[in-house]
């Protein structure tokens, strides 16, 4: 983008140093020709300050408006395809002195405000033909489209009494994604070794609700359950079925956008990580040959129907990076009757949330609703107070207050969570830190076990 130049300038601490000096000696000359009148010398020295102050000031004008052209510079900023949620990452400004002097710069580049960067401002010095390069680092702390404004530029000028500011490298843009370090640790690795990374459990399950592939072999650990006999007595040797999950299955993740969800835990808000973790068991029933899909309720209404194959995680991303939650609360019973309308195929319905005792009502209502043609799932966040509730300094009577309210809470919440199991309901209890094994677990344990 072409630069856009603002005519502004201000003076350097040189100009101000020598303006200080100059001011200094002419008002002593003043007052020496003020007090002794008839001196010849203090009219003569007055008369030659007087000039110098003359030439001075015709100096520093025209030192202020010899701006370069526009044409002496060019401005670019290089940033990367896609910033990841509180991620440090690098960000170069490039400034190409295509003028007749060397440039002393001060480079102030227009970071988003929700990125934090406390480096600013670069100084560097770039010489004729040369390309001065300005790095720094930022952390985005919200998600969405982040926006860079043209940077402040201040240009030292040829007597280095002022500095020109300009607006220079124009406007760019890049999308602001969930932390997907995970999902690019899938891709080197392969997901199998990232499930074993990250802690999930990888069972091993013969038969039941699996799709048979091939006969072979029999192997030492192959069950009696797998020998094909027919083929066995055939061939005179024993002979396994093999079999293979099942694939084609539907998975659709209902996200809570409430404002229950705003709750901050170590700089990111329990959406966040809500989001992480479907990004994460998304890949995963991608790679398996399952398709995703995703609605929100609760604020922005989105939809995305359910999509097939791995590059389609990039289809995801690209829908949720700037899902945002809202001030309204939890209405779960309206998503589910919306999203029967929606996504007629059965599915593995994974509702992800936090919940309170106050929504047991509206949830098993929902439950009800989404069991009809689908199989469900409730992810159910734990609020961190729970945590440490067990671990509080009972001292105060307010210390006991808050205790026995908390312990009413979780009692209330275990219950309400039991009643869903009862129903036939797959639950995962997790905390912030271990949500996206706990849901990779569940939803591999449904899949070995012929639930989807």
């Known amino acids: 983008m072409k630069l856009k130049l603002i005519p502004q300038v201000r003076p350097t601490e040189r100009l101000l140093s020598i303006g200080v000096?100059?001011?200094?000696?002419?008002?002593?000359?003043?007052?020496?020709?003020?007090?002794?009148?008839?001196?010849?010398?203090?009219?003569?020295?007055?008369?030659?300050?007087?000039?110098?102050?003359?030439?001075?000031?015709?100096?520093?004008?025209?030192?202020?408006?010899?701006?370069?052209?526009?044409?002496?510079?060019?401005?670019?900023?290089?940033?990367?395809?896609?910033?990841?949620?509180?991620?440090?990452?690098?960000?170069?400004?490039?400034?190409?002195?295509?003028?007749?002097?060397?440039?002393?710069?001060?480079?102030?580049?227009?970071?988003p405000d929700h990125f934090e960067c406390a480096q600013f401002p670069l100084h560097q010095r770039v010489e004729t033909e040369q390309i001065g390069r300005f790095e720094y680092s930022v952390k985005p702390k919200r998600r969405g489209l982040a926006e860079f404004e043209p940077a402040y530029v201040l240009i030292e000028s040829r007597l280095g009494f002022w500095e020109h500011i300009r607006r220079l490298g124009g406007e760019s843009s890049a999308k602001v994604y969930p932390d997907f370090s995970a999902i690019s640790n899938s891709f080197v690795f392969g997901v199998e070794q990232a499930m074993r990374n990250m802690g999930a459990h990888i069972a091993k399950r013969k038969g039941d609700g699996m799709e048979f592939n091939q006969l072979r072999e029999f192997r030492e650990g192959d069950t009696l359950k797998q020998i094909d006999w027919k083929a066995t007595a055939k061939l005179g040797a024993p002979i396994s079925r093999e079999y293979q999950e099942e694939k084609d299955q539907n998975i659709v993740f209902l996200l809570d956008c409430s404002r229950r969800m705003r709750a901050m835990e170590q700089d990111l808000s329990y959406f966040d990580y809500a989001l992480n973790a479907l990004l994460m068991s998304s890949y995963i029933a991608l790679d398996k040959g399952d398709a995703v899909g995703v609605m929100s309720f609760s604020g922005e209404p989105s939809w995305l129907p359910p999509v097939k194959g791995k590059a389609n995680i990039n289809t995801l991303l690209n829908h949720l990076y700037a899902l945002s939650t809202s001030t309204q609360s939890s209405d779960y019973v309206a998503a589910a009757e919306s999203l029967l309308v929606k996504q007629r195929k059965r599915s593995l319905v994974i509702v992800m949330t936090n919940v309170r005792d106050e929504d047991s009502q509206d949830l098993q209502q929902a439950v009800s609703i989404l069991s009809k043609q689908h199989l469900v799932m409730i992810?159910?966040?734990?609020?961190?107070?729970?945590?440490?509730?067990?671990?509080?300094?009972?001292?105060?009577?307010?210390?006991?207050?808050?205790?026995?309210?908390?312990?009413?809470?979780?009692?209330?919440?275990?219950?309400?969570?039991?009643?869903?199991?009862?129903k036939g309901v797959s639950v995962v209890d997790a905390t912030h830190k271990n949500l996206h094994v706990k849901l990779v677990s569940e939803y591999l344990r449904l899949k070995q076990f012929g639930r989807i």
């Open 21 to 111: 000096g100059v001011a200094v000696v002419f008002l002593g000359l003043c007052a020496w020709q003020l007090f002794d009148s008839d001196s010849a010398l203090a009219a003569s020295l007055m008369s030659l300050a007087a000039w110098l102050v003359c030439a001075f000031t015709l100096m520093v004008a025209w030192d202020a408006f010899r701006a370069d052209l526009p044409s002496a510079y060019d401005a670019r900023r290089i940033l990367p395809n896609s910033f990841a949620l509180n991620r440090t990452q690098r960000v170069v400004f490039e400034l190409e002195n295509k003028g007749d002097r060397v440039l002393t710069l001060s480079v102030s580049d227009g970071v």
């Open 379 to 422: 992810v159910a966040l734990q609020e961190r107070i729970l945590d440490q509730v067990d671990d509080m300094q009972l001292e105060t009577q307010d210390d006991v207050l808050l205790y026995a309210g908390v312990k009413h809470f979780e009692h209330s919440r275990k219950k309400m969570l039991a009643l869903l199991r009862a």
